[in-house]
């Protein structure tokens, strides 16, 4: 069936960079564009970044332009996400999530979820 | 601030009649989605594309869209559907993707 695996998260401090991955399986990952959607504690879902599904382009939300990268590995069906300049208010569960249209451009909508990985930025 | 609003909370009893709404100038454009989320787990897809529900989830759940208001409605809602609900759609750019603030139902 499908599954995405997320892993990397951690404790890290103020400044410095986390590298999250995203193990996806059951399904043509290289036909799929793949989101990152993240949640603080206690609060709402936010909308982090888009990957086409050769990797060519990306889109970001607003609040990481410039501090998050979003890339794949399609050989290795894994999703990454860098963060950069971490913030504490970077702090919260990391979701990747893999978009339902096949072979769209465009971020569109996320139809799977992975359970998460946690990122708490503390010095 | 939100481009997506939601109420903070609704809450109804069992079998009755719950209506979660949604605003957001984008919406006479783009579709709307909507998300469950029980806690502890990561969100579910209970509508997409305005009022298509997936053939997983019960047909109490609908969707609806009209001007800049979408509402999710759950017809006879049960204690197990306690969960927060999350509208999704793009923002005005186009080219971000964007979440409502979150509603929390609570049935009892």
């Known amino acids: 069936q499908v599954q995405l695996v997320e892993s990397g998260g951690g404790v890290a401090q103020p400044g410095g960079s986390l590298r999250l991955s995203c193990a996806a399986s059951?399904?043509?990952?290289?036909?799929?564009?793949m989101h990152w959607v993240r949640q603080a504690p206690g609060k709402g879902l936010e909308w982090v970044a888009f990957v086409q599904p050769d990797g060519r382009e990306t889109f970001y939300g607003d609040s990481v332009r410039g501090r998050f990268t979003v890339s794949r590995d399609n050989s290795k069906n894994t999703l990454y996400l860098q963060i950069n300049s971490l913030r504490v208010e970077d702090t919260g569960l990391y979701y990747c999530a893999k978009d339902f249209h096949l072979e769209e451009l465009l971020p569109y909508y996320m139809d799977v979820w992975g359970k998460g990985t946690a990122v708490t930025v503390s010095s | 601030s939100y481009e997506l609003t939601q109420p903070p909370s609704v809450s109804v009893s069992p079998g009755q009649t719950a209506r979660i709404t949604c605003s957001g100038d984008v919406l006479p454009r783009k579709n709307a989605y909507w998300y469950q989320q029980k806690s502890g787990q990561a969100p579910v897809l209970v509508i997409y594309?305005?009022?298509k529900r997936p053939s997983e989830i019960p047909e109490r759940f609908s969707g609806s869209s009209s001007g800049t208001l979408a509402t999710l409605t759950i017809s006879g809602a049960q204690v197990e559907d306690e969960a927060d609900y999350y509208c999704?759609?793009?923002?005005?750019?186009?080219?971000?993707?964007?979440f409502g603030g979150g509603t929390r139902l609570t049935v009892l």
């Open positions: 594309e305005d009022r």
């Open positions: 059951g399904f043509k990952f290289n036909s799929y564009g």
């Open positions: 999704y759609s793009t923002d005005r750019s186009g080219y971000q993707r964007v």
